[in-house]
């Protein structure tokens, strides 16, 4: 019989009892070659695989420990999956996967969203509102783990800033040239909107694109508009003819009163220098009675007949009477006459003096 039949005992171990060595090894080479791939045979084959994978292994580690962070990022390291801190640019150490990760954040890049909305205005008007919303990322915390959607929640965020401030707004307010005044509250509500919900976003711009009727009704709305414009116009042009003709009514005005007045102050001045050249005039009429009344008759004489073109001769002819020649040759061809005495008028007042 064959000595490694059963029931036989091996004739290298003798009589001893335990483990068989050989097998174990045996066995565990085999199982080795199956996790890698290999075969149970081929020990040294095996040892190299192992540490090839070792070196994989340690090498990946020792890079996994170190992450690089942009000027335009920062990192957030989660420990275990709990938020542990906040990384800045550069580079930084940490513990290599899955013990801490690293979720690089890009706070600097502006995202924009644009939605457009039909509503009604608060005097029950239709009014369509296309805006563009422009935001950025201002709490990496918050942005990752208090925020699921950031696009859907500013999109939300927005349309129910617009309609707020749009239906508490009138069709003749939101249609007229204060429009950035209904875009500034718009981004303060929206704003405010997106902190209370600890969103970590800030918004950088909104914009207004487009605010205008439904198509339906454009039409009427584009003729309110032309009667508008025509309003201001004729406002205008009125303002223009008023800036015009007011300040000459108000020289012409000026220029009158002062005339009123410079005559006014003639008047009165003539009417002093007559009373007090009056009060001169008693004063000798008191004096000389008969000198004074004729000086007056012949001063007023003189005044009168200066401009006459009428000689009168008063001394029956007895006087040599000079014509001013000049002045009777107008007069005379005017129909104008000079009075003469005739020749019967003076053969009878020289008889009448003898």
């Known amino acids: ?17 335990g483990p068989d060595v050989e097998e174990t090894l045996r066995r565990l080479r085999e199982r080795f070659g199956n996790l890698l791939g290999g075969s149970g045979g081929r020990s040294g084959g095996t ?11 340690l090498l990946w580690t020792v890079a996994d420990t170190v992450t690089i962070i942009n000027a335009q990022e920062v990192g957030v390291v989660q420990r275990f999956g709990k938020k542990n801190r906040v990384l800045g640019p550069g580079m930084s150490f940490k513990w290599p996967r899955p013990i801490e990760t690293v979720t690089k954040v890009a706070t600097t890049r502006v995202q924009s969203l644009d939605d457009e909305v039909v509503m009604l205005t608060m005097d029950e008007n239709i009014v369509r509102i296309r ?43 939101i249609l007229s040239g204060e429009g950035a005044e209904l875009v500034s509250e718009t981004k ?8 209370s919900y600890e969103s970590g976003l800030a918004v950088t711009e909104v914009n207004f694109q487009l605010v205008a009727p439904p198509d339906q009704v454009k039409e009427a709305f584009d003729d309110v508009t032309n009667a508008r414009e025509n309003k201001q116009q004729i406002e205008n042009e009125a303002r223009a003819y008023a800036n015009t003709v007011v300040p000459e009514a108000r020289g012409k005005a000026a220029r009158i009163k002062a005339e009123a007045e410079g005559y006014s102050a003639e008047r009165v001045a003539l009417a002093k220098g007559d009373a007090d050249r009056f009060e001169l ?18 001063e007023t004489m003189q005044e009168v007949l200066t401009e006459s073109t009428k000689v009168i001769d008063t001394t029956g002819g007895r006087n040599l009477i ?14 104008g006459g000079v009075l003469l005495p005739s020749d019967e008028a003076v053969r009878a007042k020289r008889e009448g003096s003898r």
């Open 1 to 17: 019989m064959a000595w490694n039949e059963p029931g036989k005992r091996d004739p290298w171990r003798g009589n001893q009892k």
């Open 47 to 57: 040892g190299g695989i192992l540490l090839v994978v070792l070196a994989i292994v």
């Open 131 to 173: 805006f563009n919303v422009q935001y950025q990322i201002s709490n990496a915390e918050d942005y990752l783990f208090k925020l699921r959607d950031a696009e859907g929640t500013v999109k939300e965020a927005a349309e129910s800033a617009v309609r707020q401030v749009i239906g508490g707004s009138e069709m003749d307010h």
């Open 188 to 195: 303060k509500v929206l704003q405010q909107t997106l902190d």
């Open 281 to 298: 005039l008693m004063v000798q009429y008191k004096t000389a009675p008969e000198v004074t009344r004729q000086r007056l008759y012949l």
């Open 322 to 335: 000079n014509l001013p020649v000049d002045r009777l040759g107008g007069a005379l061809n005017s129909g």
